[in-house]
């Protein structure tokens, strides 16, 4: 894996034009959900174990809810009643979403509804898988700290906010944004919703990586839907999430 070194940047970056994807919690049926960046790029709900994704209003505004509580014991022995609750949105595919060399941003608001489990992590906006020779751009909440992963296959940008201990408050909205903010800069960004600031100083990592191309399904809030598998193996998250997005220049 080659080095990445950080180095100072402008605490934000900006993007202009409409959105490629725009999730703002609203559904189309029961297992749809809505894009509203008019390239209609309507969103499948998957769920396993019991889990749901739920459109979720409050205080006039809906947001997409998904399973609560944790799970990190694998159930090996189908069918069982221990079953880990699950759900994720499967996006369908589009070429703006292999971004190349081009500029390109994604992100969401994020909200736990309970402290994270310190043993398995939580996905929240993905394309591709991350190993050897796969390309990737992710965004997580592993633990409840907020980081993104840039992948060309080769050269990988694993980039997270704030301090080693930094973690999201639970019952707080965040909004996290993954930027590449030129052709070696890259920037983790975290706003609080109710102030609309940040929520810490941008962190910022600079690399050369080529062409990001992953392949497979762009997914948001874990990595799949297997009964057999627990957070653990799925990083299934657990929570809340608003204006998911993704833009390409």
Same mark, same amino acid.
């Given at each position: 894996?080659?080095?990445?070194?950080?180095?100072?940047?402008?605490?934000?970056?900006?993007?202009?034009?409409?959105?490629?994807?725009s999730y703002?919690?609203?559904?189309?049926?029961?297992?749809?959900?809505?894009?509203?960046?008019?390239? %209609?790029?309507?969103?499948?709900?998957?769920?396993?174990? %019991?889990?749901?994704?739920?459109?979720?209003?409050?205080?006039?505004?809906?947001?997409?809810?998904?399973?609560?509580?944790?799970?990190?014991?694998?159930?090996?022995?189908?069918?069982?009643?221990?079953?880990?609750p699950q759900?994720?949105?499967?996006?369908?595919p589009s070429?703006?979403?292999?971004?190349?060399?081009?500029?390109?941003?994604?992100?969401?608001?994020?909200?736990?509804?309970?402290?994270?489990?310190?043993?398995?992590?939580?996905?929240?906006?993905?394309?591709?898988?991350?190993?050897?020779?796969?390309?990737?751009? !992710?965004?997580?909440?592993?633990?409840?700290?907020?980081?993104?992963?840039?992948?060309? %296959?080769?050269?990988?940008?694993?980039?997270?906010?704030?301090?080693?201990?930094?973690?999201? !408050?639970?019952?707080?909205?965040?909004?996290?944004?993954?930027?590449?903010?030129?052709?070696?800069?890259?920037?983790?960004?975290?706003?609080?919703?109710?102030?609309?600031?940040?929520?810490?100083?941008?962190?910022?990592?600079?690399?050369?990586?080529?062409?990001?191309?992953?392949?497979?399904?762009?997914?948001?809030?874990?990595?799949?839907?297997?009964?057999?598998?627990?957070?653990?193996?799925?990083?299934?998250?657990?929570?809340?999430?608003?204006?998911?997005?993704?833009?390409?220049?």
């Amino acid at each position: 894996m080659s080095a990445v070194v950080l180095s100072p940047a402008p605490a934000s970056a900006f993007v202009s034009g409409g959105p490629d994807l725009s999730y703002h919690g609203e559904l189309t049926d029961p297992a749809t959900v809505t894009d509203s960046s008019g390239n %209609g790029l309507h969103g499948s709900i998957l769920t396993g174990g %019991g889990g749901t994704v739920t459109s979720v209003r409050e205080r006039g505004d809906r947001f997409l809810r998904f399973p609560g509580g944790s799970c990190t014991t694998a159930v090996t022995q189908p069918p069982s009643d221990l079953h880990c609750p699950q759900g994720i949105v499967q996006v369908p595919p589009s070429e703006r979403f292999t971004p190349g060399d081009a500029l390109f941003s994604f992100g969401a608001e994020v909200r736990l509804t309970q402290p994270p489990s310190p043993d398995a992590g939580q996905n929240v906006f993905q394309y591709g898988a991350a190993g050897a020779g796969l390309s990737q751009w !992710k965004l997580q909440v592993d633990y409840g700290r907020p980081s993104c992963r840039w992948s060309d %296959g080769t050269t990988t940008v694993l980039l997270s906010a704030g301090a080693n201990d930094y973690k999201l !408050k639970p019952d707080t909205w965040y909004r996290v944004l993954c930027t590449r903010v030129s052709a070696t800069l890259f920037q983790t960004l975290v706003v609080d919703v109710r102030t609309g600031r940040p929520a810490l100083t941008a962190a910022h990592a600079t690399a050369q990586l080529g062409p990001i191309a992953p392949t497979g399904t762009v997914v948001i809030g874990g990595k799949r839907v297997r009964d057999t598998q627990s957070d653990v193996d799925t990083d299934q998250f657990h929570g809340d999430l608003d204006d998911v997005f993704y833009w390409r220049k």
